[in-house]
Antibody, heavy 123, light 109 residues
């Protein structure tokens, strides 16, 4: 069974930093691309960042580019999101989501999701 | 930047009726479109990808159609468990950006 478990959320002051983690199990982690997607309280979904299986390709949403860094450790079956210079508008539930891209076939859809970790940016 | 819109914002349907949800892209996304269902307190679930392919385990009452800029999700006979918010999502070739629509809430009439 595929499982994605996020952690690392919490309350942080504007301008602060936080590192989110996502522990993956139930599939061969190093063969799948991964994503972070967020959802502000009561709002819709916003894609944040993508990383390919070998970390060679990385994309960011314009809203976080230059502030957030996505990374992964395939030996630990883990995905990370380093969030710097946090703003109030970054307050959201952050999901890690598996990308359907596999075996070189591009399909940037999100077929498995974790339950999310809440990040609150407030003074 | 490709902007996704969805209509209606809220769809009120009686159980057993057909529900039709629309998604429009500001420019062509070919067939690079997915639909997700999200219930309160839960993570989204992938329903349809590639505009018309049902994801694993998704009932046949869900179907997707369209290409280019106009897409439709049809629920042929709404069940109680289908009342939720539905999002469309696209990805484009360059620059790579993955964009969600604002969602359509399907509620009980």
């Amino acid at each position: 069974e595929v499982q994605l478990v996020e952690s690392g959320g919490g309350l942080v002051q504007p301008g602060g930093s936080l590192r989110l983690s996502c522990a993956a199990s139930g599939f061969i982690f190093n063969t799948y691309s991964m994503n972070w997607v967020r959802q502000a309280p009561g709002k819709g979904l916003e894609w944040v960042s993508y990383i390919s299986s070998s970390s060679t390709t990385i994309y960011y949403a314009d809203s976080v580019k230059g502030r957030f860094i996505i990374s992964r450790d395939n030996a630990k079956n883990s995905l990370y999101l380093q969030m710097n210079s946090l703003r109030a508008e970054d307050t959201a539930l952050y999901y890690c989501a598996r990308d359907l891209t596999f075996g070189g076939v591009i399909a940037h859809y999100f077929d498995y999701w974790g339950q999310g970790t809440l990040v609150t940016v407030s003074s | 930047e490709i902007v996704m819109t969805q209509s209606p914002a809220t769809l009120s349907v009686s159980p057993g009726e057909r529900g039709t949800l629309s998604c429009r892209a500001s420019q062509s996304v070919s067939s690079n479109l997915a639909w997700y269902q999200q219930k309160p307190g839960q993570a989204p679930r992938l329903l349809i990808y590639g505009a018309s392919t049902r994801a694993t385990g998704i009932p046949a009452r869900f179907s997707g159609s369209g290409s280019g800029t106009e897409f439709t999700l049809t629920i042929s006979s709404l069940q109680s468990e289908d009342f939720a918010v539905y999002y469309c999502q696209q990805y484009n070739n360059w620059p790579r950006r993955f964009t969600f629509g604002p969602g359509t809430k399907v509620d009980i009439k």
